[in-house]
């Protein structure tokens, strides 16, 4: 701001009922006479507002969900080629987190366009894309057949992925049932139950780690990240880290013993609400479906599968959260009738799905 003049003032306006345009007298330093400013009717009625960061950014509203909450599918061909329908599908995957694809071509291609759709591949040391199935002498869970329980990705990196794909190829095996589970949704219910519990959460900083002959990564940070809202000065979730295959020992934390009990006792809490089967989405992936989530915000696991009885080949990338965010705030801007704080409510009664933590 301190590069406006303070004797700017408008040369000409142009109103068509929803965007008013402005050219400047006494323009910024830098702009020439074609310079527009161009303010939408929303932006008008709410000047102090930043309608696309506070609808589709860290504090846009959230729809919380249980295993009750239909997921809704979007074809690959809206989704790739609808720019009204993506950004349907952007809306309801900054809502709740999760998004489905299907009828996706028999291509292991398909997932690096599924998530460019969205914003550039974010490259680890896995790849700009990689795939998920079993392999001889597995460094990781991931890659066997066995349960893999409920946890985040890349929690031992400075910034986690914000956004997963995983792209079904295969899965003919019995078994191998995708689990996901909104960590907001526990999170919510957790401050409700017990306060003391969720402040504890927020409190303690898991540390988390990969090491191994090429590479070694750690990192901690707090269960539940939260921030202050401006407005209402109450504590909000940001995002949820948790991340158990991963977790490193609690080194050199210097802590009165009742503290560590108190949040030893708090994260067991949230543990055993992520096993209760109301948390709890299933399904089983089929070839040519995708699934999108918010990776700190919905957890995911799987059953275990048997490998005598099929294939099961899964295709993953990952998208930044930045990249997403922009997609989110883009898209609403293309299409605000889309994302107008209206969401579609819930089947049921249970209007605890819908809020902020």
Same mark, same amino acid.
């Given at each position: 701001m301190?590069?406006?003049?303070t004797?700017?003032?408008p040369?000409?306006? +142009?109103?068509d009922?929803?965007?008013?345009?402005?050219k400047?007298?006494?323009?910024?330093?830098?702009?020439?006479? /074609?310079?527009?400013?161009?303010?939408?009717l929303?932006?008008?009625?709410? %000047?102090?507002a930043?309608?696309?960061?506070?609808?589709t950014?860290?504090?846009?509203?959230?729809? &919380?969900?249980h295993?009750w909450?239909?997921?809704r599918?979007?074809?690959y061909? #809206?989704?790739?080629h609808?720019?009204e329908?993506?950004? /349907?599908?952007? @809306?309801?995957?900054?809502r709740? !987190?999760l998004?489905?694809?299907k009828?996706? %071509?028999?291509?292991?291609? +398909?997932?690096?366009?599924?998530?460019?759709?969205? !914003? %550039?591949?974010?490259?680890?040391?896995y !790849?700009?894309?990689w795939?998920? @199935?079993?392999?001889?002498?597995a460094?990781?869970?991931?890659?066997?057949?066995?349960?893999l329980?409920?946890?985040?990705?890349?929690?031992?990196?400075?910034?986690? %992925?914000?956004?997963?794909?995983?792209? =079904?190829?295969?899965?003919?095996c019995?078994?191998?049932?995708?689990?996901?589970?909104?960590?907001?949704?526990?999170?919510?219910?957790?401050?409700?139950?017990?306060? #003391?519990?969720?402040?504890a959460l =927020?409190?303690?900083?898991? $540390?988390?780690?990969?090491?191994?002959e090429?590479?070694?990564?750690?990192?901690d940070w707090p269960?539940?990240?939260?921030y202050?809202? #401006?407005?209402?000065?109450?504590? @909000? *979730?940001?995002h949820?880290?948790?991340s158990?295959?991963?977790q490193?020992?609690?080194?050199?934390?210097?802590?009165?013993?009742?503290r560590?009990?108190?949040?030893?006792?708090? *994260?067991?809490?949230?543990?055993k609400?992520?096993?209760?089967?109301k948390?709890i989405?299933?399904l089983?992936?089929n070839?040519?479906?995708c699934?999108?989530?918010?990776n700190?915000?919905?957890?995911?696991?799987?059953?275990?599968?048997?490998?005598?009885?099929?294939?099961r080949?899964l295709? !993953?990338?990952?998208?930044d959260?930045?990249a997403?965010l /922009?997609?989110?705030?883009?898209?609403a @801007?293309?299409?605000?009738? &889309?994302?107008?704080? $209206?969401p579609?409510?819930?089947?049921?009664? #249970?209007?605890e799905?819908?809020?902020?933590?």
């Amino acid at each position: 701001m301190s590069d406006i003049p303070t004797d700017i003032k408008p040369r000409s306006t +142009e109103w068509d009922g929803s965007v008013l345009k402005v050219k400047w007298e006494n323009d910024i330093p830098g702009f020439d006479e /074609s310079h527009t400013s161009t303010y939408t009717l929303n932006q008008l009625r709410n %000047p102090s507002a930043n309608y696309s960061y506070h609808s589709t950014g860290r504090k846009r509203k959230r729809l &919380l969900w249980h295993n009750w909450f239909q997921h809704r599918f979007v074809s690959y061909e #809206e989704y790739m080629h609808d720019d009204e329908a993506f950004s /349907s599908a952007m @809306r309801n995957l900054a809502r709740t !987190g999760l998004l489905f694809v299907k009828d996706i %071509p028999d291509s292991r291609a +398909e997932v690096e366009k599924l998530a460019t759709r969205m !914003g %550039p591949l974010r490259n680890t040391f896995y !790849g700009s894309t990689w795939d998920v @199935r079993t392999v001889p002498e597995a460094k990781n869970v991931a890659y066997t057949s066995q349960f893999l329980g409920f946890h985040m990705d890349l929690m031992y990196m400075n910034e986690p %992925p914000g956004y997963q794909l995983l792209h =079904c190829l295969q899965n003919s095996c019995d078994g191998g049932e995708s689990l996901f589970a909104d960590s907001f949704a526990v999170a919510r219910q957790l401050s409700i139950d017990d306060p #003391e519990a969720f402040k504890a959460l =927020c409190n303690l900083r898991l $540390s988390y780690e990969y090491n191994h002959e090429n590479d070694i990564y750690t990192n901690d940070w707090p269960v539940f990240q939260t921030y202050v809202d #401006e407005y209402t000065q109450q504590q @909000r *979730l940001m995002h949820a880290n948790y991340s158990p295959p991963f977790q490193a020992p609690m080194h050199g934390q210097r802590r009165p013993f009742n503290r560590t009990m108190s949040e030893m006792r708090a *994260l067991d809490k949230f543990a055993k609400m992520l096993e209760d089967e109301k948390y709890i989405y299933e399904l089983k992936l089929n070839p040519g479906e995708c699934v999108i989530f918010e990776n700190r915000r919905v957890l995911h696991a799987r059953r275990q599968f048997n490998t005598a009885t099929g294939q099961r080949w899964l295709a !993953g990338a990952y998208v930044d959260e930045d990249a997403v965010l /922009s997609k989110f705030a883009t898209s609403a @801007r293309k299409y605000p009738h &889309l994302w107008r704080d $209206s969401p579609s409510k819930p089947s049921r009664k #249970e209007a605890e799905g819908e809020g902020q933590v």
